[in-house]
């Protein structure tokens, strides 16, 4: 048979290692911000946290220290600026002016600094179950808020609380808000961890407790007794029994074990979209995914691939053959095959210089004979 002929024959194409993270759900449907944006260029402009996490040994470790210095700017507590504040860079500029703020203003700072620098993360509001007419020691505060942050490590969402400074884990795997309301919904919170970080958590105390009262309706009876026991029964269990009704992106989530209600704090509540399919608020994000074709006829073999993903702020696609360096890609690259085993690793990287998880297949290969 003659080159010609033996060139029209299909080679063996063998894939013998494929690693292709899922892509889960619905990427698009929300809104991660701008990291280029005017308030966030002045955000990290003005404040250090950059400093914060620079010679982090891992990428969570990163986010841990991210959490401790959010922690750092200011204590829990009130303040008259509540209504004037908008982002991230509203709370810090008052908060070094001296004045406090709660669970919410933590979550928008953490999210506000990780979008500058590159890191995925989202709002996450939480409730206790017997949201609507709390007659225990919840009636003081049936909510709170927190961040969860894509992990490319872990291949997940975690929750991250920088009000508490502290995250959950399970078997030494941090955890998502859901997979800490399974636990607590099924009698299992004995087998999770908080781990908490320094600075500790305060109990707001003095002129804070009086802004609290003139400001804040339904705190008008507020006394140092009463926010430390308030504070108290809120941590008693870990603040896990918060965990029971999760609420991300417009979704809560509902299960036989736990019904919506329609009030909340003997107020309307409701009006989110109930869903108990994990995709609709557990997508993924940071995952290139390679399509791939082969071609034979004509020309060398050769796989042509081109390339979906699911990343927020992508710049660009980089590519590494048989392990050399990575180099950038468009949205089509001619992968030439050569005898025995072809390896092809892919990632994006946003706009940040973050890159996203790397992607795999190894592909054996073998010309055709006769």
């Known amino acids: 048979m003659d080159r010609e002929a033996k060139l029209k024959l299909p080679g063996e194409f ?30 990290r402009s003005e404040f250090d946290f950059e400093q914060a996490v620079q010679g982090a040994e891992s990428e969570f470790e990163a986010f841990l220290a991210l959490k401790r210095w959010v922690r750092s700017r200011w204590n829990h507590g009130w303040s008259q600026a509540f209504a004037t504040v908008k982002d991230g860079l509203d709370v810090l500029r008052a908060a070094a002016e001296g004045n406090q703020f709660c669970c919410g203003h933590y979550s928008m700072v953490f999210r506000d600094c990780a979008l500058a620098l590159g890191w995925v993360t989202r709002g996450v509001g939480l409730s206790v179950a017997d949201c609507g007419f709390p007659r225990d020691y919840r009636c003081g505060n049936v909510g709170h808020s927190v961040p969860e942050i894509w992990s490319n490590e872990l291949r997940k969402w975690v929750l991250l609380d920088p009000d508490l400074n502290a995250y959950y884990a399970r078997d030494g795997v941090p955890l998502s808000a859901l997979e800490i309301r399974d636990a607590w919904l099924s009698h299992e919170a004995d087998h999770v961890q908080m781990v908490q970080d320094q600075p500790e958590f305060v109990v707001p105390s003095g002129e804070h407790i009086a802004i609290a009262r003139e400001f804040t309706p339904g705190l008008e009876q507020f006394d140092e007794q009463r926010v430390h026991l308030n504070m108290a029964r809120f941590s008693r269990h870990r603040a896990m029994d918060y965990y029971a009704r999760v609420f991300i992106n417009g979704w809560e989530w509902v299960d036989e074990r736990l019904l919506p209600t329609f009030i909340r704090h003997y107020h309307p509540g409701g009006g989110n979209r109930w869903t108990s399919h994990l995709p609709d608020m557990y997508w993924s994000v940071n995952v290139v995914r390679p399509i791939m074709r082969a071609a034979f006829i004509d020309e060398p073999a050769k796989l042509t691939v081109t390339f979906d993903h699911c990343m927020p702020w992508l710049d660009h696609i980089e590519l590494s053959i048989d392990g050399a360096d990575w180099q950038a890609v468009g949205e089509s690259f001619d992968w030439p095959m050569r005898e025995g085993v072809n390896v092809l690793e892919c990632r994006g990287v946003n706009v940040q210089g973050r890159a996203g998880i790397v992607s795999c297949v190894d592909v054996a290969y073998a010309s055709p004979t006769w």
């Open 14 to 43: 063998d894939i013998i290692r494929c690693d292709i993270p899922d892509m889960v759900g619905d990427w698009t449907q929300f809104d991660y911000g701008e990291p280029h944006s005017e308030r966030i260029a002045q955000l």
